[in-house]
């Protein structure tokens, strides 16, 4: 586990921010990453997928955060892995990142260098205290089907709520290395937000707002043989983009935690 860190004199703005329903959003054609979008399979044993407005997010002004995640988080073609978007992360919110990423590693995957998410969370120090976790990822459970994964990403963030029960929990999707996005990387993404949303948790989906396009592919993915992973620049470029929606969600109308609307 690494450390970045910055004391970089930005004031993360403390506002309490909350989902608003979905269908307000659509209304007024605004469109936020952190809106689970309507899926098919519901979360529930039943006909309605159900969604709780999650806790209102507010960051201190130099926030400790874990991000903990695959070989994205890690730090996979940078330059250097300390140029990862994780680490860059810190400079962008004015605080300190903990960094915890495996190559290879997923709910269902083993990684390269260590083991699948639920193991890896229970090996996690207990005393980091941080005030807010990003748990990203990960395509690496794109070909083993959806047999499994919600039971195993159900159990992780069970495991990840009682290791660090005062932290905020965001949860960032996977990310397409390859275009067009592949069905399994999609699907994966539906059932995150969808586990998110039942759980009142906020998540950023990178699939849904499209920050990686045919239009901006080569200035964000190496693609040298071996690689398919961020480059520098596509590093700090991701780094940005979750400092921005971490923002947009602090910076969202306020509404009552834990109000449940149903689709």
């Known amino acids: 586990m690494a450390s970045g860190r910055t004391r970089r ?3 993360v703005t403390m ?3 909350v989902l608003t329903a979905t269908v307000a959003a659509v209304a007024v054609g605004v469109w936020r990453p952190w809106i689970p979008a309507p899926i098919e399979s519901p979360v529930l044993a039943s006909e309605e997928v159900v969604t709780v407005a999650p806790t209102p997010l ?3 002004e130099n926030p400790r955060v874990l991000v903990f995640g695959d070989s994205w988080t890690y730090g996979s073609a940078a330059s250097t ?3 990862g978007y994780a680490y860059v992360l810190a400079e962008q919110l004015g605080g300190e990142t903990i960094v915890d990423g495996v190559r290879g590693s997923g709910y269902l995957q083993p990684g390269l260098d260590g083991a699948a998410f639920g ?10 205290d941080p005030d807010l976790v990003i748990i ?3 395509i690496n459970d794109r070909d083993h089907g959806a047999e499994g994964y919600r039971e195993a990403v159900t159990a992780a963030w069970d495991a990840l709520t009682v290791k660090y029960p005062d932290a905020a929990i965001v949860v960032l999707g996977p990310a397409p290395h390859i275009l067009p996005v592949e069905s399994g990387t999609l699907r994966i993404d539906e059932d995150l937000a969808a586990l998110a949303g039942a759980r009142g948790w906020w998540y950023i989906s990178p699939v849904q707002a499209e920050w990686i396009t045919a239009f901006n592919y080569r200035d964000v993915i190496d693609i040298d043989p071996g690689n398919r992973h961020p480059s520098t620049g596509g590093h700090r470029y991701l780094a940005e983009k979750v400092a921005a929606a971490l923002a947009d969600i602090e910076a969202a109308p306020v509404t009552e ?4 609307t149903a689709e």
């Open 119 to 128: 193991e890896r969370i229970d090996a996690l120090d207990p005393t980091l």
């Open 58 to 60: 507010a960051l201190p």
């Open 15 to 17: 506002m309490f921010a």
């Open 9 to 11: 004199g930005v004031r």
């Open 81 to 83: 892995p300390t140029l």
């Open 257 to 260: 935690a834990g109000e449940i």
């Open 136 to 138: 990203q990822g990960s």
